[in-house]
Every structure is written in structure tokens, then in C-alpha cells.
């Protein structure tokens, strides 16, 4: 009998899964948890008996205790990670942008990512046969999200990520130099001047302060 756990703080998204999931899946065990500190205690307490197959959990818990030591699905799947705990995992949260998704993906490489939506209980209602054979399944703006990333991230040379990476820290034309004479830049301002204008332009903004912003939603700084 494949086991399911379900982390959700939402009592009526819970309630609505469980339902939902009985139904589509009779043959199943499903077991549930408003928090992460007793998803986890699940997890384990069931190891022998019933061993979890399949873990679906949100990213974020607002209605938990702040006693809770396990404060949100991130920290749970760091701590999953940390146990070499083997077992597929469906991430079921509405952060769609790429600074909440990345990091995620990067971290944890969920076999599943799948977006809360009106009908997005029968989204996910295809994506747990899928995993449980071994395969993948994310929502189609996560993947479309996760290939614009990669594709811009591939248009930059070594020295395009070196300017990136000390961008947000730079506070004028002299903090350029200052780089190119510590040895930690190869080129000086004015060449550091036109990949920015070539970066501006691949990122479709105008200045400095768009790029970052931009740079940091799509998750390429402050990852």
C-alpha cells in the first residue's frame, strides 16, 4: 500500500486534498498534518510500519505555533535533506516567482512543483502517479519560469558574472577600478560600462536599480 503525507496548514486546502485524494487513490494510505513539526514526527513514527512514498508539502505556515521548531517547508526539506531521508516530494505552494521557486529547485530537487490554483488539486492529482513511477512533474509556468533563467544565465560569460556578483555593492564609477586594480575584475570601468548596456538590453531595462530588481526576481543574485 503506497503511503501519502500531506503538510498543509490551510484546513479547508487539507481538507479538500484528502478528499480528493481518497477518492482518485482508495487503495492508498493518506495521512495528514497542519504543521511541519508533525509531518515530520509522521514521517517517522511511520518508518517501520508504513514508510511515507510520497511527501506533499506547502513552503509556507502561517497558522502554526511559534513554538514550532520546524518553521516552514523549506526548513522541513533542509532537515529531509540533511537525514538523507529517501523519499519523492511534491512541492504545493502558490509562491510562483522565480526567487521562491529557484532556491528550491537548487536545494532540494523536488521530484514535483506543482502551483496552487482553482483547479490545481487535479493538477496534482496527475502528478502523483507520475512520481510515485519515478518520473517528474511541475506546473508549466514553473518550468517556463526555470527555462528563462537558464536561458539568460547562459547568455553571460565568466566576466558578466563577475560584474553581477559585485553590482549590488558598488557605489561608484572608482568602486569599478578599485576591483580591476585588486585583481578581482580583469577589465576596468569603461569596459565593465558596455556589458552592463549589453546586460540592460538582454534584461529589457534601462538602469542599474532595474537590473537588480529584475536580477533578483528571476533569482540569478540573492539566491
Known amino acids: ?79 529531509i535533506k540533511e537525514l538523507n531521508y529517501k ?17 528550491v529547485m537548487q536545494n532540494f530537487q523536488p521530484e514535483g512543483y506543482v502551483l496552487k490554483a482553482s483547479d490545481s488539486s487535479s493538477e496534482l492529482l496527475l502528478a502523483i502517479p507520475r512520481i510515485l513511477k519515478g518520473e517528474s512533474y511541475f506546473s508549466q509556468e514553473v518550468h517556463t519560469n526555470q527555462q528563462k533563467r537558464f ?10 558574472k563577475k560584474i553581477i556578483e559585485y553590482l549590488p555593492d ?25 556589458r552592463l548596456q549589453s546586460i540592460f538590453e538582454k534584461m529589457d531595462v534601462s538602469n542599474e536599480k532595474q537590473l537588480l530588481l529584475k536580477l533578483h526576481q528571476q533569482a540569478i543574485i540573492g539566491t
Open 1 to 79: 500500500m503506497k503511503h501519502i503525507l500531506i503538510i498543509e496548514d490551510e484546513q479547508d486546502t487539507l481538507e479538500n486534498l484528502i478528499g480528493k485524494l481518497t477518492d482518485a487513490f482508495p487503495a492508498y494510505k493518506i495521512s495528514s498534518a497542519f504543521d511541519c513539526d508533525e509531518g515530520f514526527r509522521i514521517l517517522n513514527s511511520s518508518k517501520v510500519e508504513a514508510p511515507v512514498d510520497l511527501l506533499i508539502t506547502d513552503l509556507t505556515f502561517r497558522r502554526q505555533p511559534e513554538s514550532r521548531l520546524i518553521k516552514d517547508g523549506q526548513a522541513l526539506l533542509q532537515k
Open 87 to 103: 523519499l519523492p516530494q511534491i512541492v504545493y505552494s502558490s509562491h510562483d516567482e522565480l526567487k521562491f521557486i529557484h532556491p
Open 151 to 160: 536561458a539568460f544565465a547562459l547568455q553571460l560569460d565568466d566576466i558578466d
Open 170 to 194: 558598488i557605489n561608484c564609477i572608482t568602486d569599478w577600478d578599485e576591483l580591476y586594480e585588486a585583481g578581482k575584475l580583469p577589465i576596468k570601468y569603461k569596459s565593465v560600462n558596455k
